[in-house]
């Protein structure tokens, strides 16, 4: 049996409260003949653990309303923000690209961070489709300043971008516009973002953490290397095994829990088991 992790026990708190006359202590307080009642649960794939989820709408400085969700712990608040930049939206990405999807399925409730995933323009999910029409990561420059927006009118605490694929391009070429910790780049193409916007981050106080899978399709980390070498201060992850698409538990559970490692340290490694 793995590593597994306690649900609140707030009374306040909705699913996920621990049973009647249990503490934080693995049943400290139970009375002897007592009857508790819970389940371990698995964590992995599709999994929702318990959060307070909200549909969401980010406005552009454009005109446009992009649709989204904010997920954040069930009866605390958030100790960081994930602003997450979904994949390419013309090969399939959108706010739901599983990787995005599985953040925000378990972190607030493993690691106490707020998630927030968006479409941005043009792109279409189960949450709906935001305004406007794909612009080749120009116009998202405006997408990026929304979801940063929200994130002040919520006062949600120290932010991070997470992109992925083509997000990492979003992240890189205007991240350092926004009062942010640092961007963490999952698979960067560095297709559209330039030599001269990736060394801007050279010597900068916001932090740059580059993910880079062993078997990318794009980018390989020894072509990595050279790459991110103009931003010495990067911290590089080669993933020996990993592909762009991070697909299977194995390769999820370690991205999550490499973003956790820099976002929250303290709650890293990620427990593998639920009960509740």
Known sequence: MGSWARPPTSPAAGTGTATAGESDDAGRHRHEGDTVSSTVTEI????ELPARRERIELHTSDGLTLVGELALPLDREPVATLVTLHPLP?????????ILRKAAGRLPALA???VL???????????GTSGGSFDHGNAERLDVAAAMAFVAERKLPNPWLVGWSFGTE???KYGLEQPIVGA??????????TDAELA???GNSRRLVAIIPEHDDYLRPDAARERFASVPETLFIAVDGGKHLWVGETQTKRILNEIVAVVNPAAAPLPTEWLG
């Open 44 to 47: 992995r794939g599709g999994v």
């Open 90 to 98: 013309t090969h399939g990405g959108f706010m739901d690209s599983h």
């Open 170 to 172: 979003l992240a890189i």
């Open 112 to 114: 106490d961070l707020a």
């Open 200 to 202: 801007a981050w050279a």
């Open 117 to 127: 995933r968006f479409n941005t323009r043009g792109t279409t999910s189960t949450r």
């Open 184 to 193: 963490i780049l999952l698979s960067p193409p560095l297709h559209r973002a």
